[in-house]
């Protein structure tokens, strides 16, 4: 098992069995908006740190979202093995480049 395995076992394990004092109880009991508002949070500050940082801060960063994703992903049911599926299928696709999004002139 590797630590991605681990971490999201520990969160399904947590999800399952609340523990008090346990951070991602917190977070399972405050619900998808507040894991939410953590996964945008931790988001910023990959994008702060990797504009403005060492990489062992971004790395660290990087962790942060990871772990917050995690308990998003199993909040809502969402398997390590349902992200890798996706992955394999848009690894096999070819000349896949988008057209820029367009200005967005109206708010």
Known sequence: ???????????????????EGSYTT???????EKILKKVGEESSEVI???LSQSNED?????NDLAYHVIV??????????????????RAEKQHNLKAERKTI???
């Open 48 to 50: 702060i740190a990797a």
């Open 1 to 19: 098992m590797n630590e991605l395995e681990k971490q999201y076992a520990s969160a399904l394990e947590r999800k399952q069995n609340p523990e």
């Open 72 to 89: 998003l992903m199993v909040e809502k049911g969402i398997t390590l093995e349902d992200v890798e599926a996706e992955m394999k299928r």
């Open 105 to 107: 002139e109206n708010y």
């Open 26 to 32: 917190y977070l399972y009991n405050k619900g998808l």
């Open 58 to 62: 971004l790395v660290g960063e990087i």
